[in-house]
């Protein structure tokens, strides 16, 4: 511990960020590169805790607390305090491969469960994080490391978000030849596709590290869906082993049965979503803006959590008319509700940055919360013009479930010509698991035992969303590594992947 008394003298100090109003103007990302010193400063906050929750990776009432990848968090931040940032950065990929992914994404559990943070503001170990893989990459740190020795057995990765990643990074390591399968035309799945620009680059940050790996070895092949284009028995055929790593990508459609659901201009959110990277990606910024697109409409949100936010804040750069965002939940409290004790994540009231530019824009958070979609409006020629909603509480019944009482007197009308429902998702698509009798359960993930990874069928291993559902990037990277290591040990029999 560099200096004992850090987190007495230092106040905590966050990245700065570009005005909100500036930035949506373009795409890019909005969080600015700090000084070394203020990182420094930072990292002596960090009190080497002899109990350091923050890389504990447990999960308590449904969700995590600590890092899911047990990044060794303590040490970082001391040697990023003492100046030692190549150690630093060392530290960080014993644990997490792809940590200019994490630091810029991640909900960042750890700082929840930060032990200084029961009584103080918690150590910016997010902050730190992206910083030390930051300058890795500036300083030239980062470079090809393929294994030395190759151990002739093949391994088949379907889908390449971050489980899928994860997973080839550690079985290339082992020695093993890896080839990634991507439906998409660009490697990356989520990574790429279903996270905007302005929070992951995607030409400087994601295709960067994707280049490195290929340097190491890993082939990818895009634009082939398993399933499909290729049979799944053909890879099980080709293959000594074969990794799931498809993702949870069936969108919940809790309003299926709404009147007026087919009117024109309603979608996913992963749709709008995706299609709004791939036209940047593929226009190289020129200005346009997609076919699916907020320009000139009211657009309403249906849903939270990090998907909304990024619906919002791409509506934003849209030039919506105007941005509403929906939750069936109550608002969040300001501070810690006494049922919600550290170390458990923080489920308190913020303002995200998709939040954040619509009301630097328009003067008030578009957030509605306890509100309840009743049916949709549509004009003659079958075109969304508004969205009927309702006030609602919510009350425990008789038989102890909570039931949804709607405020009658509430009944109202938001215009509306661009609905996006970000009401998160059911599980993986089916088609490989019909195809070759794949066991899935209850929820319609692949059933694999967590840190076991192993399918009903030998050989074949499933991680990520598409086992666990839907949830955080560094989550999926600790499947992908677990399902590494199970993967390397069907293979040779023993394992040296942690």
Sequence with gaps: MGKPTGFLEVERK????????ERIKNWDEFKEHPPAEQLQKQGSR???CGTPFCHTGMTISGMASGCPINNLIPEWNDLVYKGRWEEALERLHKTNNFPEFTGRVCPA?????CVLGVIEPPVTIKNIEASIIDRGWAEGWVKPNPPETRTGKKVAIVGSGPAGLACADQLNQAGHEVTVYERADRIGGLLMYGIPNMKLEKEDVVQRRVDLME???IKFVTGVEIGKAIPAKQLMDEFDAVVLATGATKPNDFLAKAENRDAKGIHFAMEFLTKNTSHILDTKM???IPELNAKGKDVVVIGGGDTGTDCVGTSVRHGATSVVQLEIMPQPPMERAANNPWPEWPKVYKLDYGQEEAKAKWGDDPRQYLINTKRFIKDEDGNLSGIEIVNISWE???DGRMKMIEDKDSI???PCQLALFAMGFSGPEQVIAEEIGLETDARSNYKAEHEKYTTSIPGVFASGDCRRGQSLVVWAINEG???ARECDRYLMGVTTLP
């Design 14 to 21: 966050t990245v700065a960020e570009s005005d909100p109003l």
């Design 46 to 48: 960090c009190m080497d």
């Design 109 to 113: 559990p750890c700082e929840g469960s």
């Design 215 to 217: 340097a190491e070895g």
């Design 286 to 288: 020129d200005g346009s």
């Design 396 to 398: 425990r019944g008789d």
């Design 412 to 414: 109202r009308v938001l």
């Design 481 to 483: 590594r677990g399902a």
